[in-house]
């Protein structure tokens, strides 16, 4: 398998919550702000609901298509260094390219 392929998970994007809150909003920037960081880390919230709980909306824990634009629990990421997190494609839409490929 190609090392610039990989399989993101709704699970792995609520586990890097903290670490993304932190690059989105550096220590001292706002005290409330630095609260929530603390909040995630300390609990380490592993469900959208407690991702809710400590930064009051369920944003943070979204995983879409960049192809159909749905939200999803699981895309294969190719990290191609055209945007900021590379391009994500659910099952749906890479099984259509396939059949595209194959015609």
Known sequence: ?????????????IAGVAERWREQYPAGISHDRDKIYERLVAEK????????AIIDNDSWTILECDVC???RD???????RTTEHGTRICQDCLSAGMRELAE
């Open 1 to 13: 398998m190609m090392d610039n392929i990989n399989l993101l998970t709704r699970q792995d994007v």
């Open 45 to 52: 919230p592993s469900t959208v609901e407690a991702v809710k």
């Open 69 to 71: 634009d749905e939200r």
């Open 74 to 80: 699981a895309v294969v990421m190719f990290d191609n």
